[in-house]
T-cell receptor
Framework: KAGVTQTPRYLIKTRGQQVTLSCSPI?????VSWYQQTPGQGLQFLFE???????NKGNFPGRFSGRQFSNSRSEMNVSTLELGDSALYLCASSLAARGEQFFGPGTRLTVL | TQLLEQSPQFLSIQEGENLTVYCNSSSVFSSLQWYRQEPGEGPVLLVTVVTGGEVKKLKRLTFQFGDARKDSSLHITAAQPGDTGLYLC??????????FGPGTRLSVLP
């Protein structure tokens, strides 16, 4: 069974731009969660989607948004990028909402 | 807000030594997971514990969930260089999202 895939793996953007990251969960998994990982803050929860509905949202500004499609694939979008948005963005899929999570390799975003 | 603390923050040991890392909280969790993460990669799930007092063994790794479900430990016997990585614990509670600890960075020297 294929694991969680994330694209792109690396991304370089400049301040003020926007970015869209993609996540394909493990086949059959309906829940997708997104996390931001930085050296200073560790892994911080962004949001969780289950069956195309946002179930939970972390404490991030409205510039961070996401969605989930009918095939469970998910995207997250960050608008008006700031230097502090540089991080590893991780996607995790699970069979059910808040079930065991399996992570993808992440997208390394660098904002210049 | 539920918080998880991990100790030690850093650990550097020689191959063959034993070690224990800890994950503590003042909150009760319905389940707790341990992950290992290598540089540039996503965390890999090692184990999930759900019952207070539960002990799970995975080859040389032993995981324990505290009786009160507020803390957990990971013990590695005869550490190997391949055990090097960032060890993260994550707690979940009913209806709420996972909370991650800051991690223990382990380095096993040959």
């Amino acid at each position: 069974k294929a694991g969680v895939t994330q694209t792109p793996r690396y991304l370089i953007k400049t301040r003020g731009q926007q970015v869209t990251l993609s996540c394909s969960p493990i086949s059959g998994h309906r829940s997708v969660s997104w996390y931001q990982q930085t050296p200073g803050q560790g892994l911080q929860f962004l949001f969780e989607y289950f069956s195309e509905t946002q179930r939970n949202k972390g404490n991030f500004p409205g510039r961070f948004s996401g969605r989930q499609f009918s095939n469970s694939r998910s995207e997250m979008n960050v608008s008006t990028l700031e230097l502090g948005d540089s991080a590893l963005y991780l996607c995790a899929s699970s069979l059910a909402a808040r079930g065991e999570q399996f992570f993808g390799p992440g997208t390394r975003l660098t904002v210049l | 807000t539920q918080l998880l603390e991990q100790s030690p923050q850093f650990l550097s040991i020689q191959e063959g030594e034993n070690l224990t890392v800890y994950c503590n909280s003042s909150s009760v969790f319905s389940s707790l997971q341990w992950y290992r993460q290598e540089p540039g990669e996503g965390p890999v799930l090692l184990v999930t514990v759900v019952t207070g007092g539960e002990v799970k063994k995975l080859k040389r790794l032993t995981f324990q969930f505290g009786d009160a479900r507020k803390d957990s430990s990971l013990h590695i016997t005869a550490a190997q260089p391949g055990d090097t990585g960032l060890y993260l614990c994550a707690g979940a509670n009913y209806g709420q999202n996972f909370v991650f600890g800051p991690g223990t960075r382990l380095s096993v020297l040959p």
